[in-house]
C-alpha cells in the first residue's frame, strides 16, 4: 500500500467520523462499511511496519464508527457491541500505548450505550477509562469522552461536575480544530447553566454553538434552546422551537432526544392550557422511552400523563367521577414506586414527580390524610429538582394546608413558593423574560386566590391577588445592557420601516418586503435580549389591604381602589375606601370584552376624517351609548364618586376609564398591581420637559410647540430634529416628556409597540434596561396604550416597559385618538400639570369641559404607598 493510499483512506475515515458528528447515521453507516471493505481487501503482508499499523488503527477506528452509526440508526445494542468488539480484536495487532488508547475509546463508546439505556452510573468509569488512558494530545477522544462523562453528570443531576466535563471537551475540540465539536461542547455547556439557574447564560452558550455549527440540523441545538426558553417561561416561542426539532431528531435517528423533545412539547402545552394534545403527546413520548429502553423518562412521562389529566380539572374545565379521580390517583402512587426503582434523570426523580401529582390527585378525592402522607415521603424543599417541580411543591403543600383549615401554613407555602420565582425573575435581564416567568407561578396563585376567596373575607382576596401580581412586577435590570450589536440591528430596523413608510401605498409588494425583514431583524434583536442577566436586586413588597386602609384613611377618604379579577368567567371587584374592604360582582366578563371592542370599533370610527360626516356621527352617537353602557356595568356598582384608583388585567386595562360620563372631572388612575413608590403632588419643583412630534401627525408641530409654551425652558422638536436618540435620552433624563407621534400596538410582539419619530419608530424593547426618573410620559399617539396579556396574566406593551423602568404615570391612548382633538387637550393638560404636578388630576381638569368623549388613561401608583 503506498503512502497516497493510506492518507486517501484516513481522508475518507475522518470524513465518515464527520458525518457520524453532524448526526447522519445513514451516510456515516454506509462510508464506515465501504472503508472497511476496501481495507479488507489491501493485502497487509505487502506492507511495511508502519503502513500496517496505520492499517490496524484504521480499521479498529473505522469498526467503532460503523458501531456509533448502527446503534444511532436502530438502537441495537447487540450489533453495535459486536462491532466494538471487532474494534478492539483489530486493535489486538497494535502494541503498547496505542493498543491500550483504542481499546479505552471503544471501552468510551460501550458507556455511550449504557448512556442511551440510561444506566449512567456504569458508564462513568468507561469515560473515566479514556480519559486515564489517552495521551494529552488525544484531543479529539478525550473531548468525546468529557462531553459524554458530562451527559451521564448531567442525567444524574451533577451539574457542576457536567459543566466542567464540558468545558473541558470545549476546550479540546478547540484544540482539535473541530469546530462542530466545539459548538456540541458548548451546547451542552449552556442547558448545564440553565440548569445551575443562569438561563441568560445558558441562551448565550448556545447561540455561540449555533454561530459555530450554522448549519446543524439534526435538531439538537432547536431542543436545547427550547428547553432553556421553558425554564424561562417563554412557553410559546419553547413550543414552536419543539415542533421544528421533532422531525429534525427522528430524521437524524436521535430516538431518545426525539422522545425527550416529546416530552418538553407535551409540558409546554400543558401550561399553555392545551390539555388534550398535552395528554396525547405524554403518551408519544412514555412510547417512545420504552422502546429505547430508558425507563427513568417513560416514568417521568407517565406522570406527566397524569397530570396532564389533572390539569383541567384543578382548572374547571372538566369535572370526573370520584371513582375515576380516585383511580388516577393509585395510578400516580403505582408511578411512585416504579420511578424510585428506575431512578432519577436531569436532575428529576420520577418517583418525586409522581407523589406531586398523586398528593394532588388525592385531594380533589379528598383523602386529605393520603396526601398529607404522601408529600411527607418528599424530601424537604426538593432543593435539587427543578423549579417548576420545587414549585409544585409547594403549591401542593399550599393546597393541603389550605383544605385542612391551617391557613398559617397554606400562606407560608405560598410565600415560599412566589420566593423561590421571585429569586428566578431576578436572573433574567429583559423585561419579556421577567413577564414571562410568571408562567411557572399560575398554579399557586390560583391555589392562593381560591383559599381566599373561601374565607369569604375580602381582605384575604385582596391580599392573594396583590401577592402574586407584585412577585412579578418591576424590570429585570436597572441598568441598560451594553449589546452595541442588538442597537446596530434596531438601527438597520428602524431605517428598514422608515423606508416603508416613505413608499406610502405606491408600492406595496416593495413595503411588504422592507417590512418583514424588518420584523426578522426585530425577532433576533428579541432573542438577543433573553441572554441579558438580571441586576435588580429585591423584589417590591405587595401591597396588604389592611395598609392600604391606613393610606385612605389618612390622606385620600375619598378615594376607592377597585381591584378586579375574572374568576370563572365573572368579572370580580375587591373594592377598598376608608370605611372598609368589600367584594362586588360585576358580571360577565364576556361582556365587558364585547363593549370593549365594541368601543375600540366606535373611538376609531369616530376619529377617521376619511369617514363620511354622517357616519363619524352615528359612530359617535355608538360611541356615547356604548360608554354610558360600561359606566353603568362597571363603576355603577362600586359608588365611586371622588378619586379611583382601577387594578386588574385585560379587559380592564383597555377600558377608557377617563372617558365614561361617571368619571368627569375626577381623578381616575390604572394600574395591573398596586403599585407604590410615588409621593404627594409636589407643585413648586422645578422640571424639564421635552416635547416632540413625529411625522405624518397633520396638528403634531403644533401641539408640541402648545405644549413647550407651558413649561419654561422647555426643548420642543419637531420635523427632522426629533429623531430616536433625543427622545431616548429625554426619557431618562427628563422629568416631563410629551410625544405627538404616530403610534401603534404589536399584539403579536408587544416589546416592538412603537412610536413613530423621524428617522423612524422607537421600540419599547429600546428602552428595556434604561432607568427612568421618577418622570411622567404623555404618549399622544394612536392606541399606544395597549398591552398584551400573556401566560400568567402579566402584561407586555409600551405603557407597561414605562411605568417598570420607574415612570411615575404615564398618560396614554387605549383606542383611536383623533390628532386635532389631541392637539386641543394636550395644552391644557400640561398647564394643570405644571401647576400641580398631579397628572390624574391633569388629565381630568383637560377633558372636563371636552365634548367628545376622549380614550386617554393616567396609568400610575396610588398616592401615599412607600416603596418597599
Same mark, same amino acid.
Given at each position: ?203 448565550? !452558550? ?73 395528554? /396525547? ?21 407517565? *406522570? ?159 391580599? /392573594? ?118 367584594? *362586588? ?106 416635547? /416632540? ?43 416631563? *416628556? ?81 390628532? !386635532? ?48
Amino acid at each position: 500500500m503506498s503512502s497516497i493510499d493510506l492518507v486517501a483512506l484516513t481522508e475518507r475515515f475522518e470524513r465518515a467520523r464527520e458525518w457520524n458528528l453532524r448526526a447522519r447515521p445513514k451516510v456515516a453507516f454506509r462510508e464506515f462499511r465501504d472503508l472497511l471493505e476496501d481495507l479488507g481487501r489491501e493485502d497487509r503482508t505487502a506492507l511495511d511496519d508502519t503502513a500496517l499499523e496505520a492499517w490496524v488503527w484504521l480499521t479498529a477506528r473505522s469498526w467503532m464508527g460503523l458501531a456509533q452509526a448502527e446503534f444511532a440508526l436502530s438502537g441495537d445494542a447487540r450489533a453495535a457491541i459486536a462491532s466494538l468488539d471487532s474494534a478492539v480484536a483489530a486493535a489486538g495487532a497494535l502494541t503498547g500505548p496505542e493498543r491500550e488508547h483504542v481499546e479505552a475509546v471503544a471501552a468510551g463508546q460501550r458507556g455511550m450505550i449504557l448512556l442511551h439505556a440510561g444506566q449512567m452510573r456504569e458508564a462513568i468509569p468507561l469515560f473515566d477509562r479514556v480519559l486515564e488512558v489517552s495521551h494529552h494530545e488525544a484531543h479529539r477522544d478525550r473531548a468525546m469522552a468529557h462531553l459524554n462523562r458530562g451527559v451521564a453528570y448531567s442525567d444524574l443531576g451533577a451539574f457542576d461536575q457536567a459543566l466542567a466535563d464540558d468545558l473541558a471537551a470545549a476546550r479540546h475540540a478547540e484544540a482539535s480544530d473541530n469546530h462542530r465539536l466545539v459548538a456540541f461542547a458548548r451546547h451542552n455547556a449552556g442547558f448545564d447553566l440553565s440548569m445551575l439557574g443562569d438561563l441568560p447564560a445558558a441562551l448565550a !452558550e448556545m447561540a455561540a454553538a449555533r454561530a459555530l455549527a450554522p448549519d446543524q440540523d439534526d435538531g439538537i441545538p432547536l431542543q436545547g434552546r427550547a428547553e432553556v426558553l421553558y425554564g424561562v417561561g417563554l412557553l410559546e416561542e419553547a413550543e414552536a422551537l419543539l415542533s421544528e426539532a421533532i422531525p429534525q431528531l427522528l430524521k437524524a435517528g436521535l430516538r431518545t432526544d426525539r422522545a425527550i423533545a416529546e416530552y418538553f412539547r407535551s409540558r409546554c402545552l400543558l401550561a399553555l392550557r392545551r390539555f388534550d394534545e398535552a395528554a /396525547a403527546l405524554a403518551v408519544r413520548a412514555r412510547q417512545h422511552f420504552l422502546a429505547v429502553g430508558f425507563e427513568q423518562w417513560a416514568s417521568l412521562a407517565r *406522570v406527566l400523563e397524569l397530570e396532564a389529566a389533572l390539569a383541567p380539572v384543578r382548572n374547571d374545565a372538566q369535572t370526573l367521577p370520584q371513582v375515576v379521580v380516585r383511580r388516577r390517583a393509585a395510578q400516580a402512587l403505582a408511578v411512585a414506586v416504579e420511578g424510585d426503582a428506575a431512578g432519577p434523570v436531569l436532575g428529576q426523580h420520577p418517583g418525586h414527580a409522581a407523589r406531586l401529582v398523586a398528593a394532588q390527585w388525592l385531594l380533589l378525592a379528598g383523602d386529605r390524610a393520603g396526601a398529607r402522607s404522601t408529600l411527607a415521603e418528599l424530601p424537604r424543599g426538593l432543593v435539587n429538582a427543578p423549579l417548576t417541580m420545587r414549585i409544585q411543591h409547594y403549591t401542593a403543600r399550599a393546597e393541603l394546608a389550605f383544605a385542612t383549615g391551617d391557613r398559617a401554613t397554606g400562606l407560608r407555602a405560598v410565600r415560599s413558593g412566589l420566593g423561590l420565582l421571585a429569586d428566578h425573575r431576578s436572573r433574567l435581564g429583559s423585561v419579556e423574560s421577567v413577564t414571562a416567568a410568571a408562567a411557572h407561578g399560575v398554579d399557586l396563585t390560583r391555589v392562593d386566590v381560591v383559599a381566599a376567596v373561601r374565607t369569604g373575607r375580602p381582605a384575604a382576596l385582596f391580599d /392573594a391577588l396583590e401577592r402574586g401580581r407584585t412577585t412579578f412586577a418591576g424590570t429585570g435590570r436597572v441598568t441598560p445592557p451594553d449589546d452595541p450589536e442588538a442597537a446596530a440591528l434596531l438601527t438597520e430596523a428602524r431605517g428598514l420601516l422608515a423606508r416603508a413608510r416613505e413608499l406610502g401605498t405606491g408600492d406595496s409588494r416593495e413595503r411588504e418586503r422592507l417590512t418583514r425583514r424588518a420584523s426578522r431583524i426585530q425577532d433576533e434583536v428579541r432573542e438577543r435580549s433573553w441572554r441579558h442577566a438580571g441586576n435588580a436586586g429585591a423584589v417590591r413588597r405587595p401591597v396588604t389591604a389592611r395598609e392600604l386602609r391606613g393610606v385612605l384613611t389618612g390622606t385620600r377618604r375619598d378615594s376607592v381602589v377597585a381591584n378586579f379579577v375574572v374568576m370563572d368567567g365573572t368579572l370580580r371587584c375587591v373594592r377598598v375606601d376608608a370605611a372598609g374592604v368589600t367584594t *362586588v360582582d360585576i358580571g360577565s366578563a364576556d361582556d365587558v370584552i364585547e363593549h370593549v371592542r365594541r368601543l375600540n370599533a366606535d373611538f376609531a370610527m369616530a376619529a377617521n376624517d376619511l369617514i363620511p360626516a354622517p357616519l363619524r356621527a352615528a359612530a359617535s352617537s355608538s360611541l356615547a351609548r356604548n360608554l354610558k353602557a360600561l359606566d353603568a356595568v362597571l363603576l355603577a356598582p362600586l359608588r365611586a364618586d371622588g378619586d379611583l384608583y382601577v387594578v386588574g388585567r385585560e379587559p380592564l386595562l383597555s377600558v377608557p376609564w377617563a372617558a365614561l360620563p361617571s368619571r368627569g372631572g375626577l381623578r381616575t388612575s390604572v394600574n395591573s398591581y398596586v403599585a407604590r413608590g410615588r409621593a404627594h403632588a409636589r407643585p413648586t419643583g422645578e422640571h424639564r420637559l421635552l416635547a /416632540a412630534s413625529g411625522p405624518g401627525v397633520p396638528h403634531g408641530a403644533a401641539e408640541a410647540r402648545g405644549v413647550g409654551e407651558q413649561w419654561p425652558g422647555a426643548t420642543v422638536l419637531t420635523g427632522k430634529d426629533a429623531v430616536t436618540e433625543q427622545v431616548r435620552t429625554a426619557l431618562a433624563t427628563h422629568d416631563v *416628556v410629551h410625544l405627538a407621534t404616530h403610534g401603534q400596538h404589536d399584539a403579536d410582539n408587544p416589546l416592538f409597540a412603537s412610536i413613530e419619530l423621524a428617522d423612524g419608530p422607537l421600540f419599547a424593547h429600546e428602552l428595556d434596561g434604561t432607568p427612568l426618573p421618577g418622570s411622567v410620559v404623555i404618549l399622544s399617539s394612536c392606541e399606544v396604550g395597549g398591552s398584551t396579556q400573556v401566560l400568567g396574566g402579566e402584561l407586555l406593551g409600551l405603557t407597561s416597559v414605562l411605568l417598570r423602568l420607574g415612570a411615575r404615570a404615564v398618560i396614554a391612548s387605549v383606542a383611536k385618538l383623533s390628532d !386635532e382633538l389631541a392637539a386641543r387637550v394636550m395644552p391644557r393638560l400640561h398647564a394643570h400639570l405644571r401647576e400641580t404636578d398631579d397628572p390624574e388630576a391633569a388629565l381630568a381638569a383637560a377633558l372636563r369641559d371636552v365634548a367628545e368623549p376622549v380614550p386617554l388613561v393616567c396609568f400610575s401608583s396610588v398616592e401615599g404607598l412607600a416603596a418597599g
